[in-house]
C-alpha cells in the first residue's frame, strides 16, 4: 500500500481527509501544517507507540508501511519536509 492508501484506510477516520484533524467526543490533531512532524523521528515513534488517545500501529503495520505513510503525511497537507523516513530508521525506532 502507498502512504496515501495508508493515510485514508488508517488514518483519516480520526484526523479527517484533509488531515485538519476534529474534535467532539476526543481531540484528534491537525496534521495539516504541522511542526511536529519537521522532526522525521516523533512520527514514526507515534505510530509505532500511539499516545493518549490514539492508538499504536507498530503491531500491525510494517516498517515500510510506517515509512509509507510518515513520508505521506511530511509531504502534503502543506507540510513541506523532504527528508525522506526509510525502512531502517523504523526498524531503528522499534528498538
Do not use: W
Not at 30 to 51: C, H, M
Not at 60 to 75: H, K, S
Amino acid at each position: 500500500m502507498t502512504g496515501e492508501e495508508l493515510f485514508a484506510n488508517v488514518c483519516q477516520g480520526c484526523h479527517m481527509p484533509d488531515a485538519t484533524g476534529a474534535s467532539g467526543a476526543g481531540t484528534y490533531p491537525s496534521l495539516a501544517g504541522n511542526k511536529n512532524l519537521e522532526a522525521a523521528g516523533y512520527p514514526v515513534f507515534l505510530v509505532i507507540n500511539g499516545r493518549r488517545g490514539m492508538p499504536a500501529f507498530g503491531d500491525m503495520m510494517t516498517d515500510g508501511q510506517i515509512a509509507a505513510v510518515v513520508n505521506y503525511l511530511r509531504t502534503h497537507f502543506s507540510n513541506n519536509y523532504q527528508d525522506a523516513v526509510t525502512t531502517k530508521d523504523v526498524q531503528d525506532a522499534r528498538r
